[in-house]
Protein backbone atom coordinates (compact mmCIF):
# COMPACT_ATOMS: atom_id res chain seq x y z
CA UNK A 1 0.00 0.00 0.00
CA UNK A 2 1.05 3.27 -0.48
CA UNK A 3 0.37 6.14 1.32
CA UNK A 4 0.90 9.81 -1.02
CA UNK A 5 1.82 13.00 0.32
CA UNK A 6 -1.89 14.34 -0.02
CA UNK A 7 -3.33 11.90 2.56
CA UNK A 8 0.31 11.77 4.98
CA UNK A 9 -0.19 15.93 4.93
CA UNK A 10 -4.26 15.41 5.58
CA UNK A 11 -3.70 13.29 8.58
CA UNK A 12 -1.01 15.30 9.92
CA UNK A 13 -2.72 18.91 9.28
CA UNK A 14 -5.69 17.15 10.92
CA UNK A 15 -3.55 16.04 14.29
CA UNK A 16 -2.56 19.60 14.03
CA UNK A 17 -6.04 21.19 14.66
CA UNK A 18 -6.86 18.06 17.13
CA UNK A 19 -4.36 18.99 19.53
CA UNK A 20 -5.54 23.20 18.95
CA UNK A 21 -6.39 24.33 22.31
CA UNK A 22 -10.21 24.70 23.11
CA UNK A 23 -10.99 23.50 19.11
CA UNK A 24 -9.87 26.81 18.25
CA UNK A 25 -9.72 28.11 14.79
CA UNK A 26 -6.37 27.74 12.95
CA UNK A 27 -5.06 29.85 9.95
CA UNK A 28 -3.65 27.33 7.47
CA UNK A 29 -0.23 29.18 7.48
CA UNK A 30 -0.08 28.13 10.57
CA UNK A 31 -0.90 24.65 10.14
CA UNK A 32 1.55 23.97 7.20
CA UNK A 33 4.20 25.65 9.05
CA UNK A 34 3.52 23.45 12.16
CA UNK A 35 3.70 20.54 10.15
CA UNK A 36 6.31 21.70 7.10
CA UNK A 37 3.88 21.36 4.50
CA UNK A 38 3.31 23.55 1.41
CA UNK A 39 0.81 26.45 2.21
CA UNK A 40 -0.83 26.16 -1.36
CA UNK A 41 -0.94 22.51 -1.69
CA UNK A 42 -2.39 22.18 2.75
CA UNK A 43 -5.16 25.01 1.07
CA UNK A 44 -6.48 22.14 -1.40
CA UNK A 45 -6.15 19.76 0.97
CA UNK A 46 -8.28 21.93 3.70
CA UNK A 47 -10.22 22.62 0.74
CA UNK A 48 -10.87 18.44 0.48
CA UNK A 49 -11.67 17.79 4.13
CA UNK A 50 -13.96 20.49 4.35
CA UNK A 51 -16.43 19.30 1.54
CA UNK A 52 -15.99 15.89 3.10
CA UNK A 53 -17.24 17.59 6.62
CA UNK A 54 -14.15 16.85 8.30
CA UNK A 55 -13.25 20.58 8.93
CA UNK A 56 -15.13 23.32 9.31
CA UNK A 57 -13.54 27.01 8.31
CA UNK A 58 -13.88 30.11 10.02
CA UNK A 59 -14.05 33.29 8.41
CA UNK A 60 -12.35 36.88 9.87
CA UNK A 61 -9.11 37.63 11.47
CA UNK A 62 -9.09 35.47 14.14
CA UNK A 63 -10.66 32.50 11.93
CA UNK A 64 -8.93 29.43 10.26
CA UNK A 65 -9.53 25.92 10.16
CA UNK A 66 -11.12 23.60 13.31
CA UNK A 67 -12.68 20.17 13.20
CA UNK A 68 -15.95 19.64 11.94
CA UNK A 69 -16.56 17.41 15.16
CA UNK A 70 -14.53 15.99 18.26
CA UNK A 71 -11.27 14.48 17.47
CA UNK A 72 -12.10 11.21 18.84
CA UNK A 73 -14.89 10.82 16.45
CA UNK A 74 -12.52 11.34 13.45
CA UNK A 75 -10.92 8.22 12.37
CA UNK A 76 -7.94 8.05 9.84
CA UNK A 77 -9.39 6.57 7.55
CA UNK A 78 -12.42 8.81 7.29
CA UNK A 79 -9.60 11.86 6.09
CA UNK A 80 -7.64 9.27 3.82
CA UNK A 81 -10.29 8.91 2.02
CA UNK A 82 -11.47 12.51 1.66
CA UNK A 83 -8.42 13.50 0.16
CA UNK A 84 -7.77 10.07 -1.42
CA UNK A 85 -10.67 8.31 -2.37
CA UNK A 86 -11.13 4.50 -1.59
CA UNK A 87 -8.53 2.82 0.91
CA UNK A 88 -7.14 -0.26 -1.14
CA UNK A 89 -8.10 -0.40 -4.87
CA UNK A 90 -6.72 -2.40 -8.06
CA UNK A 91 -6.32 -0.68 -10.86
CA UNK A 92 -8.67 1.74 -9.67
CA UNK A 93 -11.13 -1.12 -8.93
CA UNK A 94 -12.40 -2.14 -5.58
CA UNK A 95 -11.68 -5.61 -4.87
CA UNK A 96 -15.08 -6.98 -4.75
CA UNK A 97 -15.52 -6.18 -8.20
CA UNK A 98 -12.75 -7.99 -9.73
CA UNK A 99 -12.52 -11.56 -10.70
CA UNK A 100 -9.83 -13.80 -11.44
CA UNK A 101 -9.38 -17.06 -13.49
CA UNK A 102 -7.26 -19.89 -13.35
CA UNK A 103 -4.03 -19.88 -11.37
CA UNK A 104 -5.00 -16.58 -9.58
CA UNK A 105 -8.22 -17.22 -8.90
CA UNK A 106 -7.01 -16.70 -5.46
CA UNK A 107 -5.61 -13.35 -5.94
CA UNK A 108 -9.01 -11.74 -5.04
CA UNK A 109 -9.23 -13.15 -1.45
CA UNK A 110 -5.36 -11.44 -0.96
CA UNK A 111 -6.78 -8.19 -2.02
CA UNK A 112 -9.90 -8.34 -0.27
CA UNK A 113 -7.96 -9.50 3.17
CA UNK A 114 -5.51 -6.43 2.47
CA UNK A 115 -8.79 -4.13 1.91
CA UNK A 116 -9.59 -5.48 5.35
CA UNK A 117 -6.54 -5.31 7.36
CA UNK A 118 -6.22 -1.56 6.35
CA UNK A 119 -9.63 -0.75 7.35
CA UNK A 120 -9.07 -2.50 10.58
CA UNK A 121 -5.92 -0.36 11.46
CA UNK A 122 -6.82 3.38 9.76
CA UNK A 123 -10.69 2.25 11.01
CA UNK A 124 -9.74 2.22 14.49
CA UNK A 125 -7.05 5.13 15.00
CA UNK A 126 -8.82 8.59 16.00
CA UNK A 127 -6.86 11.74 15.88
CA UNK A 128 -7.73 11.79 19.29
CA UNK A 129 -5.86 8.53 19.65
CA UNK A 130 -3.03 9.69 17.40
CA UNK A 131 -2.38 13.36 19.34
CA UNK A 132 -2.47 11.36 22.30
CA UNK A 133 0.12 8.75 21.24
CA UNK A 134 -2.35 6.29 23.01
CA UNK A 135 -3.15 3.90 19.95
CA UNK A 136 -5.68 0.85 20.07
CA UNK A 137 -4.00 -2.27 21.46
CA UNK A 138 -4.03 -4.24 18.12
CA UNK A 139 -2.34 -1.02 16.57
CA UNK A 140 0.55 -0.85 18.46
CA UNK A 141 0.90 -4.43 18.45
CA UNK A 142 1.34 -4.39 15.06
CA UNK A 143 3.70 -1.38 15.39
CA UNK A 144 5.72 -3.17 17.85
CA UNK A 145 5.98 -6.19 15.39
CA UNK A 146 10.09 -7.07 15.72
CA UNK A 147 10.97 -6.33 11.72
CA UNK A 148 7.30 -4.31 10.74
CA UNK A 149 9.15 -1.45 8.92
CA UNK A 150 12.74 -3.36 7.33
CA UNK A 151 12.67 -4.30 3.94
CA UNK A 152 12.68 -7.92 3.28
Sequence with gaps: MRVSAKADYA??????????????PVPADVLAAGQDIPTSFLERILGDLRRAGI????RGRSGGYR???????VTLAEVI????????TVRDERPP???YE??????????VALR?????VLDEVTLASLVARELPAPVQALADTQGAWDNP
Design 55 to 58: VTSV
Design 11 to 24: VRACAELAASPHGD
Design 97 to 99: SLT
Design 116 to 120: TSVRQ
Design 67 to 73: LARPADQ
Design 81 to 88: RAVDGPLV
Design 102 to 111: GSAAALLDVW
